[in-house]
């Protein structure tokens, strides 16, 4: 391989440039740092579904027909958001800690905590659409932000209520 | 030509989606199989401020699914909720991207419909400007998946097949 050769127009070019480098550097930056944060709170919510899913496999089979099959999607999430994370430069997120004690829950408060949970969940991934500057990332958040979107029709459903309410589903806070 | 109250209105009219393509909205003749439209922005009702001219191009594409899936839906019964649903995401795109022509075709199933949209939304979501529109896209995004997982369910199918809902299954 041979190296470049520096003619007087790629010097002028390089030169003319460099404040253009200088300025979009610490832009380019703030923009991984700001993706970072909402990616962080992303995958803090989803980790915090996944216990929940986890918790609720076992019991009431009503239940955890559904968690179990919701875990297992949950698991993929947080491995990709983990993953951007990583790739952002970024700590990790550890495991939620402050989980409620779901076995002393009917069936169906069980089914309205994780409905709460991925209605919360689909708010911060709505809101993050909006925030999130890169590409990639935008378009994970938005493949997962629909599978929340379908969890909520199942556990809607197995709740008796109305699996499509809104027209434009922004979750809930 | 069809303006955007008549296009609205012309949901509301039954039997033309179910009889395929070759229907244009509005119409019990035989059309060509794409119906062109323009919609004024002077019989909008602003709810979303127009967006600029590469965000506005970007959304046309997702005006015409819409369009087809208010047709669609139109001339099936039990899907009353799901066309309701995407007149609102119309009305709301032909607001952000007014004065723009458009065509559609009535002939796509219905959960072949929700998966292209869904498509369609994936791939401009991040050609978007203007975040206001990234988090209009967004929502549109869960409502069309909470359909298809309400379709599939209705087809025997599972709700939730998959982690990622890409709209390319």
Redesign the interface.
């Given at each position: 391989m041979t190296a470049p050769v520096l003619t007087r127009r790629r010097a002028l070019v390089a030169v003319a440039s460099a404040p253009l480098l200088l300025v979009a550097a610490p832009v380019l930056a703030a923009d991984i740092s700001a993706d970072a944060a909402v990616v962080t709170e992303l995958l803090r919510a989803e980790l915090l579904l996944q216990k929940s899913y986890e918790a609720c496999s076992s019991g009431p089979r009503r239940v955890s027909r559904i968690a179990r099959r919701f875990w297992a999607h949950e698991v993929q999430h947080t491995a990709a958001l983990a993953q951007a994370l990583e790739a952002l430069g970024a700590p990790g997120v550890p495991p939620p800690r402050d989980l409620p004690v779901l076995s002393r829950h009917s069936p169906r408060g069980r089914l309205r905590y994780l409905l709460a949970l991925e209605e919360t969940t689909l708010a911060t991934m709505h809101a993050a659409l909006g925030e999130l500057s890169d590409d990639k990332l935008l378009q994970t958040t938005a493949t997962i932000l629909g599978c929340q979107a379908q969890h909520l029709v199942v556990l809607r459903e197995a709740l008796g209520r109305q699996p499509l309410p809104a027209a434009l589903d922004a979750g809930r806070r | 030509m069809v303006n955007r109250r008549t296009l609205l209105a012309a949901a509301a009219a039954t039997g033309f989606a179910g009889c395929g393509a070759g229907k244009a909205p509005g119409s019990r003749t035989p059309a060509p199989p794409a119906a062109t439209a323009t919609p004024p922005a002077a019989t909008a009702t602003a709810t979303a401020t127009p967006a600029a001219g590469a965000d506005a191009e970007l959304l046309l594409p997702l005006i015409e699914l819409k369009a087809r899936a208010v047709a669609i839906y139109g001339g099936r019964p039990g899907l009353e909720?799901?066309r309701?649903?995407e007149?609102?995401?119309l009305a709301?795109l032909l607001d952000a991207a007014p004065g723009r022509p458009f065509h559609y075709r009535v002939n796509t199933p219905p959960i072949e419909l929700e998966l292209e949209q869904?498509a369609a939304?994936?791939a401009v979501?991040?050609?978007l400007a203007d975040?206001?529109l990234?988090?209009?896209?967004?929502?549109?995004?869960?409502?069309?998946?909470?359909?298809?997982?309400?379709l599939r369910?209705g087809a025997g199918r599972e709700?939730?097949p998959?982690?990622?809902?890409?709209g390319g299954t």
């Open positions: - | 909720r799901l309701a649903h007149r609102v995401h709301r869904l939304q994936l979501l991040p050609r975040p206001r990234r988090t209009l896209i967004a929502g549109m995004y869960a409502t069309d998946s909470e359909h298809l997982a309400v369910r709700a939730v998959r982690a990622f809902v890409t």
